[in-house]
């Protein structure tokens, strides 16, 4: 990733292309570690310099606040909620990037920009937490949600790259607007997952509550699909092909509870959504195997354990190579 490409993102000022290719990057682990040295060093400064709080809407109290009541939670938690608290301000983000490449002075000759703020999930972790309007989110791991520090008038938007869930307050005069990699969702008030899977080049959706409108970036006048309770959407970004099926779509939220449940589903049907779950390949032996019907409620774990509980339940067989599956009699 070069410095001047970065320096346009910090300074709000990419196309479209090139915002999906800096957010791409800091999917990886070198973006990764940019975002989370960048923001220690920040937050090293806000530390000791209280001069660095330039600009009048940000809420110095409220962050230390939240700083020393999570350092009653344990030093292993602490540092990505200081990763998280660092990151109030990407204006923090902007002034390092201008210390890189520019003399700070020039702070003066930009017009005011909103703030972000940068939630960063490790492998393993996840997050909880409420935007201002009463929106609650929780970011599974490995997965990175910008979002305003500040509301702006009319506007309910943040970015997502990986897997969130979202539980959006209601008000109808402002929709809430998911953007992700080649995507845009937007609400009114609802629950649903969201998924960015760039291995497969497209964008989950699974609503469980309400209605969601879902659409390919930059496309607002083309078709898209409108998605209510228990519909789960697959929108392929490489041709804009959206996939739509209704049924159960909690297992999708078992990053979540770590349950799996079905209830008098057939095995086409979930096989379809361990495809998804686990990123494996099913096929059957025989079509009829497709409709035998299974009611379970199990933990989820490693997929070799979930297929042995489906086996072991419909009196049937399976056979794995890599991440194939072949279900038999």
């Known amino acids: 990733m070069n410095n001047e490409l970065l320096d346009k993102y910090f300074r709000d000022q990419c196309s479209e292309n090139e915002l999906e290719e800096v957010l791409s990057w800091f999917q990886t682990d070198k973006g990764r570690a940019f975002i989370e040295d960048d923001i220690d060093r920040q937050n090293r400064r806000l530390m000791k310099n209280a001069d660095m709080f330039l600009y ?12 020393q009541q ?24 902007v002034v390092s990037s201008l210390l890189y490449w520019g003399d700070i002075t020039a702070l003066e000759k930009l017009p005011p920009k909103p703030a972000l703020i940068t939630y960063v999930t490790a492998p ?12 609650n989110i929780r970011l599974n791991e490995k997965s990175t949600l910008m979002v305003p520090a500040k509301t702006v008038e009319g506007k309910r938007s943040v ?7 979202f539980e959006v307050a209601h008000d109808p005069a402002h929709p809430f607007v998911v953007n992700t990699t080649g995507s845009t969702i ?19 959706v699974a609503v469980i509550r309400g209605k969601v409108a879902l659409r390919k970036k930059g496309s607002r006048n083309e078709a898209g699909a409108l998605l209510t309770r228990n519909h789960f959407a697959v929108l392929r970004l490489f041709d804009s092909q959206i996939t739509i099926e209704r049924g159960n779509v909690r297992n999708y939220l078992s990053w979540i509870n770590k349950r799996l449940i079905f209830k008098g589903e057939s095995l086409g049907q979930i096989s379809r959504q361990l495809e998804r779950l686990y990123d494996i390949r099913i096929q059957f032996e025989m079509e009829q195997i497709k409709e035998l019907n299974l009611t379970a409620d199990f933990e989820k774990t490693d997929i070799r354990k979930v297929l042995n509980v489906i086996s072991n339940t419909l009196d ?14």
Request: no cysteine; hydrophobic share 40%; glycine share 4%.
């Open 56 to 67: 009048p809407e940000i809420d110095s109290k409220r962050i230390f606040s939240r700083i």
């Open 70 to 93: 999570h350092k009653k939670r344990g030093l292993r938690q602490s540092r990505w909620f200081m990763i998280r608290v660092a990151s109030i301000l990407l204006i923090a983000a």
């Open 124 to 135: 393993d972790q996840q997050k909880i937490f409420s935007l201002s309007d009463g929106t």
């Open 159 to 165: 970015t997502l790259i990986g897997e969130a869930h």
């Open 186 to 204: 937007e609400v009114l008030g609802t629950k649903f997952n969201v998924k960015t899977d760039t291995a497969a080049h497209n964008v989950q």
């Open 316 to 329: 049937i067989h399976y056979k794995m190579n890599k991440n194939h599956v072949v279900w038999m009699r």
